[in-house]
């Protein structure tokens, strides 16, 4: 079976097993920006908490860039790692702002794509994860964020090789997955990885991907 092929099938029966997945209201780019960030190495529910608590402690985001250091740290404290994030979103506000003059970031949408993602790749704090999220989730453009779990469960699907890294798994799966289905390939592969296919102790009798699965199917012989 082509890899093609394979992932067609993984995502017709993601949808068959959970449906057509609905994600949060989308938030304007700048602030899916800015959220992607303080998700790094934290949860979604202290992502959300630091988020609001930043939105509700400063007006506007030229309030943020402009702020003491210290008062961002503290309002963003929630998601974890504070003194990194704090100067990380600072820094890319006044990026922005040095080369846009503004910080409206509504222009990326009628760029072609691959310039709008190296746009958005050249501020610090901003990998291929957090510029596919803003682009597929603000901008409703064709892109396919890779997170932790998406990256498990393709590597355990064989849709990647194994020691491709995370950064590279993004063009990777791109090409693999039709454009049509990122939006919902992504978040039901996630949902497949929270619930079922964890990192420690992955529920593979239970799998709608089993049949489809090498790693599933041999973990499964093992337990018989």
């Known amino acids: 079976m082509s ?3 394979l992932a067609r099938q993984v995502h017709e029966r993601l949808l068959e097993f959970y449906g057509q997945p609905v994600w949060r209201q989308p938030l304007p780019p700048l602030d899916e920006l800015i959220s992607t960030i303080l998700s790094q190495n934290t949860n979604d529910a202290n992502r959300d908490r630091a988020f609001a ?3 509700a402690r400063f007006p506007t985001w030229e309030a943020v860039r402009d702020a003491p250091p210290e008062a961002v740290i503290a309002a963003i404290r929630p998601a974890g ?4 994030k704090g100067p990380r979103i600072q820094e890319v506000l006044r990026a922005i702002t040095a080369e846009r003059g503004s910080l409206d970031l509504s222009f990326l949408a009628d760029w072609p794509l ?3 993602r190296r746009w958005l790749l050249q501020f610090k704090g901003v990998g291929p994860k957090t510029a596919a999220i803003v682009l597929c989730f603000s901008l409703h453009r064709p892109a396919f964020p890779v997170d932790t779990h998406i990256y498990r469960v393709t590597g355990r699907l064989g849709l990647r090789p194994e020691a491709m890294s995370v950064e590279q798994a993004h063009e990777h799966l791109e090409k693999l997955f039709a454009p049509k289905s990122y939006y919902a390939a992504h978040l039901n592969l996630i949902r497949l990885g929270r619930e079922i296919c964890a990192a420690r102790k992955p529920a593979c009798e239970r799998c709608p991907l089993l049949s ?3 790693f599933g199917q041999s973990r499964a012989r093992g337990q018989n």
Request: proline fraction near 0%; charged fraction near 20%.
């Open 212 to 214: 489809l699965c090498a």
């Open 53 to 55: 608590a930043l939105r």
């Open 81 to 84: 790692l504070a003194n990194q």
């Open 114 to 116: 691959e310039e709008a």
């Open 3 to 5: 890899l093609a092929l």
